[in-house]
C-alpha cells in the first residue's frame, strides 16, 4: 500500500493512507506522474496533505469538489486540517434545477427469504414489538419484554423487544406530532409480526389517538394496554402478548423479489476513509437494491449540506427537486430558528479521524447514496411508498436517524463508521468499518471490513460480497452483531416545548 491517495486530478490534497513523518519525503501520484513531497508536518492516518501550494482564500479540492477555503498560504507538503482550512459555506442558498441524464442500473432479478405481511409489505423478522405511548412507563414495558422473552421463547417467533423513549407527556403541537407519527410508524413497521401499544392513561399521546393513526388490515396484530385501567397490567399484558404470538407463528418465510427490500443509510463516527471506502461501498449496495426496484432511504440532512446540489440534480423531475430544495433550507431555517451556526458541523471525532469542514463530511456521506436518481422526499417518521432512492428528513445524530430510517421503513441500516460504536436501532443495524484496524480491534461492534478497498481488494469483489451479506440478513440466515449483543433503542426528533 502507498502513502498517500488522490482520488480526483482536481484535488489539492492527498489522504495519508498511513502516519507520515514531517521531515520525510514521500511520492504521490498526480495522474501518472510521479510528485515527491517534502513533509513540513506529522499527517496523521487519514488526514489531507497538500499536493502544491495553496494560496490564502483560494477553494481547496478533495473528492473533485471544494471542501472549503485556506485561511492562510499553504505549502505543498503541508497538513491540512481545521488549522488552516475553513467552511466556504454560509448562508441560505438559491437553486437551480439542472438535471443529470441517469445511468442506466442493471437487475439481477435477486431474491431474499422474508415474511410477507397482511398490508403486502415485506418483514425480514419475525419479532414481536412493545412500543409504549409515554416515558412514565418504559420500566413496566421493559418488565413485560423480559417476562415474554421466557415465556415464549422457541414459539416460532425472533424475540419480544422493548424500545423506551422519554416523551409522549406533556408535549404539545408538532412536537407531540412526531412522538405519535414516529410511534404509528414503527408500529407498521413488516419486521414486526405483532405489536402491543403500551400507554399508562393521563398523557398527551393517549392511545386512543394512536388507534386512529394506525393500519392494521388483519386486525390480529396491534394490541392495546392502558396501565391505569387494569388490576394488574403485566397480567392482562402477558395475555395480549401471547395473541400476537399465535398471530405471528402463522407467517413462515417465502421468497420474495428484492423490489420489497427497504435499506436505510447512515454513517456515524466518521474518518477521513469514509469517503473512499465504507460510503462509496454502501453506495453501490443501495445502486443494486435499486436496480432490482427497491428502495434505498438516505437521511442525516445537515450533512447533505455542501454536497446537495448532487442529489438535487439527481431528482426524477422537477417536483421532486423542489422537494429537495425544501428539505435543504427548511432545516437550514431549523438551525437558524436556534440560533446555531448552519455550516458548524463535524464533531470532535471526525476531526480526530481527519475530516475538518462540513463540505468535506457531506461530500463523503453523500456517497452512500450511490448514483441512483432521488424518486421522493419524505417529512420525519413518514413511511416510503415510491420506490428508488428516498430522502429523509431527520439530523444527523446516529440515535435519531437510525429510528427515522428505520419508522420509513427499512428492514435494516448500513451503518458506517471509522470510529466504532455498538449502537444499534430498532432493525438489524450492519456496522461497516472504513479501515481494517477498527474491525481487528471491535471485532464485537463491526459486522463488515471495508477498509479493505485499502488493501488490494477490489469494489466489486467487496460489492458482491456486501450485497450476499445483506440478502443472507434479510433472509434470517445472517445476524448482526447489535442482534446478538442485545442492542436496540430508538430516539425521537424534538423540537418543542414540554410543559
Known amino acids: 500500500m502507498s502513502g498517500t491517495l488522490i482520488l480526483s486530478p482536481k484535488d489539492d490534497v492527498a489522504i495519508a493512507l498511513c502516519d507520515l513523518a514531517g521531515g520525510d519525503t514521500v511520492s504521490v501520484d498526480v495522474e501518472g506522474k510521479e510528485l515527491v513531497l517534502h513533509l513540513s508536518n506529522d499527517i496523521p492516518k487519514g488526514h489531507k496533505v497538500a499536493i502544491r501550494a495553496i494560496s490564502a482564500g483560494r477553494h481547496v479540492h478533495k473528492f473533485g469538489y471544494s471542501i472549503g477555503l485556506a485561511q492562510k498560504d499553504i505549502a505543498a507538503g503541508e497538513w491540512v486540517h481545521t488549522h488552516n482550512l475553513r467552511t466556504g459555506l454560509s448562508g441560505l442558498l438559491d437553486y437551480q434545477y439542472e438535471p443529470i441524464v441517469p445511468g442506466t442500473l442493471p437487475s439481477k432479478s435477486l431474491t431474499f427469504e422474508g415474511y410477507e405481511r397482511a398490508n403486502g409489505e415485506a418483514g425480514i423478522r419475525n419479532e ?11 420500566k413496566t414495558c421493559e418488565q413485560l419484554a423480559r417476562l415474554a422473552s421466557n415465556q415464549f421463547h422457541g414459539r416460532g417467533i425472533d424475540g419480544v423487544f422493548h424500545f423506551a423513549h422519554p416523551f409522549g407527556c406533556s408535549q404539545l403541537g408538532d412536537d407531540l406530532a412526531f412522538t405519535q407519527r414516529l410511534l404509528t410508524s414503527l408500529a407498521e413497521h413488516g419486521n414486526a409480526a405483532g405489536v ?22 388483519s386486525g390480529k396484530r396491534i394490541r392495546f394496554l392502558k396501565c391505569q385501567e387494569e388490576a394488574d397490567e403485566l397480567e392482562t399484558g402477558l395475555i395480549l402478548l401471547e395473541e400476537l404470538v399465535i398471530y405471528a407463528e402463522t407467517f413462515e418465510r417465502k421468497t420474495m423479489p428484492m423490489s420489497k427490500l427497504k435499506i436505510g443509510l447512515k454513517c456515524g463516527g466518521s474518518d477521513g476513509f469514509s469517503g473512499i471506502t465504507a460510503n462509496p461501498l454502501v453506495g453501490t449496495i443501495a445502486d443494486a437494491i435499486v436496480a432490482e426496484g427497491g428502495t434505498a432511504l438516505l437521511t442525516e440532512v ?20 423542489r422537494k429537495v430544495v425544501g428539505l435543504i433550507n427548511d432545516f437550514k431555517q431549523y438551525f437558524i430558528r436556534h440560533n446555531q451556526e448552519i455550516y458548524e458541523n463535524p464533531s470532535p471525532g471526525n476531526k480526530s479521524g481527519g475530516i475538518t469542514t462540513l463540505e468535506e463530511k457531506s461530500l463523503g456521506c453523500t456517497q452512500k ?11 420525519y417518521a413518514v413511511r416510503s411508498v415510491t420506490p428508488g432512492l428516498n430522502l429523509i428528513q431527520s439530523p444527523g445524530n446516529d440515535l435519531v436517524s437510525v429510528t427515522a430510517l428505520a419508522a420509513a421503513g427499512a428492514h435494516l441500516v448500513l451503518f458506517t463508521t471509522g470510529r466504532g460504536t455498538p449502537f444499534g436501532g430498532p432493525v438489524p443495524t450492519v456496522k461497516l468499518s472504513t479501515n481494517s484496524e477498527l474491525a481487528l480491534k471491535k471485532r464485537n461492534w463491526i459486522d463488515f471490513n471495508a477498509g479493505r478497498l485499502l488493501e488490494g481488494r477490489s469494489m466489486n469483489a467487496l460489492t458482491n460480497e456486501l450485497l450476499d451479506y445483506v440478502i443472507q440478513l434479510a433472509s434470517g440466515t445472517q445476524w448482526t452483531h447489535n442482534e446478538e449483543n ?6 425521537i426528533f424534538k423540537d418543542g416545548v414540554i410543559l
Not at 414481536?128 to 418504559?138: A, Q, Y
Not at 398523557?203 to 393500519?215: R, T, V, W, Y
Request: contains cysteine; charged residues 20%.
Open 128 to 138: 414481536i414489538w412493545i412500543l409504549n405511548t409515554v416515558g412514565c412507563i418504559n
Open 196 to 217: 402491543l401499544i403500551v400507554g399508562l392513561g393521563c398523557e398527551n399521546n393517549q392511545i386512543d389517538a394512536m388507534k386512529g393513526l394506525i393500519d392494521d388490515p
Open 302 to 321: 445537515p450533512e447533505m449540506f455542501g454536497a446537495e446540489t448532487i442529489l438535487m440534480n439527481r431528482a426524477q423531475d422537477e417536483a421532486v427537486f
Open 369 to 379: 447514496g450511490g448514483q441512483a436518481i432521488v424518486t421522493d422526499v419524505l417529512p
Open 486 to 491: 442485545g442492542f436496540r433503542e430508538i430516539a
